[in-house]
């Protein structure tokens, strides 16, 4: 028997003790007192492992909601990410021959560029530059 750390022995020992120090009359009073004080200790402690369960069990039932919805929230942002890949691929694959024929190298001129590589247009043929 262990009862808060304390064997035996020692329940023999405090209980000499408190015989010699109370008294044979007034020691089995004092040993009803502490032994209602330690069933109200054991009740009192049913009591809160009972709400405790109780409230964890809540805890964890929302938790597993929760749970749930993000795994739902989950699919439909992949199925909407799945879905919204395939329709850019779909696109790309559409416009490709389109942009192939459009290239700058098959129009005018070959390798003429548009835009100068400084990022200024050429200049016009037959314009003069007057430095404006």
């Excluded at 020992?13 to 008294?23: E, N």
């Excluded at 805890?59 to 919805?69: C, I, K």
């Excluded at 779909?90 to 024929?101: C, M, N, R």
């Amino acid at each position: 028997m262990n009862f808060l750390g304390i064997g035996l022995p020692e329940i023999v020992l405090i209980s000499l003790i408190a015989v010699v120090v109370l008294g044979p009359e007034r020691f089995p009073e004092a040993a009803v007192q502490v032994a209602r004080a330690i069933k109200w200790l054991r009740g009192y402690a049913t009591e809160n492992t009972r709400d405790l369960r109780h409230e964890f069990a809540e805890l964890t039932r929302e938790y597993e909601e929760m749970r749930e919805e993000l795994n739902e929230v989950r699919q439909a942002v992949t199925s909407g990410v799945t879905a919204a890949s395939r329709e850019i691929s779909k696109v790309i694959d559409e416009t490709k021959p389109a942009l192939e024929e459009a290239r700058p190298d098959r129009i005018a001129g070959g390798n003429e560029p548009i835009i100068e590589p400084g990022g200024e247009l050429p200049p016009e043929p037959d314009r003069p530059d007057n430095g404006a």
